[in-house]
């Protein structure tokens, strides 16, 4: 281990996470310090699960809020999903002094527990110092704890679907499996999307219902069609489209010729203008999640973490992962409430991904990719493809004001009609 560490202050008082930041920023052995909300619980998850060296100081109220009162059952999860190596700690901030809060918080995972009002310069320095000089005889011990504190791992899940012939596992996750199957009644192939009840809370079974009705909702060709949904005894499933052509990341191993990444960027817009004109916001818009068909249209997929305008962030905020970190709005990063004008800058990543075969901003871990996203300018094109400098300012403007207000915004200002939206090659042929 180094003798630096980076740390996370999560709390939903802006003034007491900044004076925990500016203390832990005065020792010496931090590297790094950086303060959130708790508004998305899961991007907390997938930081902690991908660094190293980071102290995460975390308020059980600001994450009681955020997890709709499953902090234990989070911490429980996140904590199983940091490898041994990580050397990553999670300290509890509470209101008052309860030991069997404590006792529980330190078997769900945390290294150590303290009340607010005892909370000084001087113990946070001490827990950070000794955050360092025990961390290698400390870790694996703590991790035996966690590991005993798990679910035993449940059988494995058969799936039969009455009406399907299921022909071959895909993929797998925590939560999902995606199955290749062939519809009887339809006499095509089709993908089952099975989520087994032993694998998920009833908050996430009630997203991947809402996930179908989000799709329904919309009834557009620009997002995958859905056939069927129903439950059984032991899971939950629906049937998809299947896209035999793959997703749009399938195509970025290198740079896209600027006419196709045009043409793509096109289509993608006006998905979302379809997607955004049903009151959702997709948020998690990224090149694995457009698929594209046969004759080069595509489609949207993976409605699992849609939020509807004027709501609150609801079933988004508990379990693994909800929305690529290297894709994020800096508002979904911060962990503020998100618009559809966070799908906008998501849309203005993925265009510069496909100008460029690279996204914009990469890091050591996803804590320094979502503080670029945050605080960082947005990235720059070089030669011909500066032409697009513009667009790329206008999607992926930091402040949200400053942001296009809506895909209908883009086309009323004739950005996809003017000559800065052309690609080099019809440029130079237009002139």
Known sequence: MTNELSVLVVDD??????????ICEGVALVSRAQGMGSSDADIIASVLVSAKDTLLILDYDSMERATHGTTTQ???GTTARIERESNVHVVILAKTSDEMLAVKMMKSGAADYFPKRLLSGVLLEKCLRQFVDEQKTSAPARRALVERAQNPKPE????????????????????????????????TTVVLKVVPYSMNSE????????????????????V?????????????YMALEHFPCGSLKDRLTNP??????????????????????????HRDLKPSNIMIRADNSIALIDFGIVKEVGEGTGLTRHGELRGSPYYMSPEQASGTEVDSRSDIYSLGVVFFEMLTGNRPYTGKDLMDVLSQHIDSPPPRLSGELSLYQPLIDNL???????????????????IFNRSIFLSPLSASHSA
């Open 256 to 281: 896209m010729p600027a006419e196709r990444a045009v043409q793509y960027l096109r289509q993608i817009a006006l998905a979302l203008k379809q997607v955004h004109a049903a009151d959702i916001v």
């Open 156 to 187: 494995p899940l058969v799936v039969e679907v009455e009406g399907y012939e299921v022909m071959r596992k895909l993929y797998e996750s925590r939560e999902a499996e995606i199955h290749l199957a062939r519809s009887l009644e339809l006499g």
């Open 13 to 22: 008082n802006p003034g007491f996470r900044r004076e925990i930041v500016a």
């Open 74 to 76: 989070w911490l429980r």
């Open 396 to 414: 992926m403007a930091k402040d949200r004001e400053y942001r296009t207000d809506s895909i209908d915004e883009l086309f009323e200002e004739q």
């Open 224 to 236: 995958a069609t859905v056939y069927d949904f129903a439950e059984t005894d032991h899971f939950a």
């Open 203 to 222: 908050q996430q079974i009630a997203r991947f219902r809402r996930e179908f009705k989000a799709i329904k909702r919309i009834n557009n060709s620009c």
